[in-house]
């Protein structure tokens, strides 16, 4: 706050003298109403001239497209609404996609009050950002020095709030069908500020550990799937399975539904991927490429597979595999060219298909297979970044392993070794709190009777 005042005041000054100008003829002399602002805004006038040298820094295309891409990130969550929604019970549609749907409320209140500060604000022990900037103080209209250096602050803010709306609702995933709604509410305050805020400084903020280690994360491999995939096990472990898993039939109701919400997600990852290039150019392309070529190979591999091993080739297998590609190519869009990015998206397909029927054999009931699509798809996105990377995509990165510097791919691994371990461990906390103080579960009745009903007062279909 001391910052806020210190600047304010000459900027007050300024516009006190602004006035006094304009009322020269009918207030005071010319020559006094020209010097007072003057003196009065000794500090004033160089905030202000520095201001005026700031602005002309923004880029007009950068910003078209940094709005166009935090309005294509924003749809990917009530994509992931459709997506989800189509993949439970008829009698849970509506509170699955509350789950997610609620988020932009949620995630957007926390990150403008301190999420925004806690993951980007000035660095404290290279793990968290400070308060400087709560409540979006300092986070005006101007680039920042740090961030963004051709559009407004505040526009890359609201780009990086999209990713902190999506994240949680990622883990709804592995919860669905059976979870308190006010639980989880509080439950996504306390994530994104324990969880996600300090993952997001480390990887993305000035001085963030895994940033100082050189380890890369172009769009949120680690920041978003790697940790919502690790904190979706532990939320399915202290949940526990929905009633009559494994004994009962638990189809998707909807599939019409999950494929369009799949079609909107890729559609929105667009974005999410490129416009974590920060600006309009030949690194947004290569990442918008790269993007689309991962995710179409991933629905061919995972079909494919699929086909041999279960002998059809489904649609919620397409669907699948279109977001296993996805997930995969995220870390690595700004630093990969579009061959590895086809393997990278051939690879995930496969074993991300493997992963979501390994937890019937392990038992554990990831209800949405958060764990085995964003989980497994995003530890493999972050290895292959440090074997495809390369600087002849993007000089800032690093190359990876097969062009001549393994050192990255050992960063790679031990970034992902703590974020899993991060995300798993604190999560498995939240909720053993949470379970011990007001409660996870729905009660037994509430939901055979489903979260529609139960939790919402409401029905998703009247027929």
Known sequence: MEVFFSNIYPVIAFFIGLILINLRKKVIPLTLTTLFPLFLCTTGASFAEEA??????INSIDTTWMLIST?????MTPGLALFYGGMVRSKNVLGTMMQSFVCLGVSTIVWVLWGYSLAFGPDIGHFIGGL????????GLEPSADYATTIPHQLFMIFQMMFAVITPALISGAIAERFKFSTYLIFLVIWLTLVYCPLA????????????????????GLVVHISSGAAALAAALVVGKRLGYSKEPMQPHNLIMTILGA???WFGWFGFNAGSAVAAGSLATSAFVVTHIASATAVMSWLLIEWLHRKKPTALGAASGAIAGLVAITPAAGFVKPIPALFIGLVAGIICYFAVNLKTKLGYDDSLDAVGVHGVGGIWGAIATGLFATVAVNPDGANGLFYGNPGLLGNQIISIIAAVAYAFILTFIILKVLDA???????????????????????????
């Open 201 to 220: 400084h480390w990887v993305w903020g000035t001085d963030g550990w895994v940033l100082n280690l050189g380890a890369l994360d172009f769009a949120g």
């Open 132 to 139: 400087d900037w709560f409540g979006l103080n300092s986070v």
């Open 437 to 463: 103080t007001i409660g996870i579960r729905l009660e037994k009745e509430e939901e055979d009777t489903g979260i529609d009903l139960s939790e919402h007062g409401e029905r998703g279909y009247t027929l």
């Open 263 to 265: 079609a909107l997600l």
């Open 71 to 75: 309005a294509l990130v924003m749809l």
């Open 52 to 57: 005026t040298v700031v602005t002309k820094q």
